[in-house]
């Protein structure tokens, strides 16, 4: 018989303060909100530790728009904005540029 804390590890959580970003994506409606989500995880990087996790969604017309939350810590020093923005940017530019799609 197998014990309850077989294969459970520990996993410390951080001390530092998180920064939740949200965004969303205006994609035509055939898209599945897991390929939006599979580009954000593409250029996400580690420094996100929840997401990105699908909040809302809305149609209209022939577009869906996709709203996912990514939850940014580090476990070893407090995260600036410019460095959260910088991945924002990363992954809003990809958004764009690569699938035609609008981020807001």
């Known amino acids: 018989m197998r014990s309850i804390q077989e294969g459970n590890k520990f996993k410390p959580w951080s001390l530092f303060p998180f920064i939740?970003?949200?965004i969303a994506v205006w994609v035509p409606e055939e898209i599945k909100s897991e390929n939006v989500a599979e580009i954000i995880k593409e250029d996400m990087g580690d420094i996100v530790i929840r997401g990105p996790e699908l909040f809302d969604e809305f149609k209209k017309g022939d577009q869906i728009s996709y709203a996912f939350r990514l939850v940014f810590q580090s476990y070893d020093r407090t995260l600036t904005d410019?460095?959260?923005?910088?991945?924002?940017?990363?992954i809003t530019n990809k958004i764009k540029e690569k699938n035609g799609w609008q981020a807001r």
């Open 82 to 90: 410019q460095e959260v923005n910088d991945i924002m940017t990363k």
């Open 20 to 22: 939740a970003r949200d």
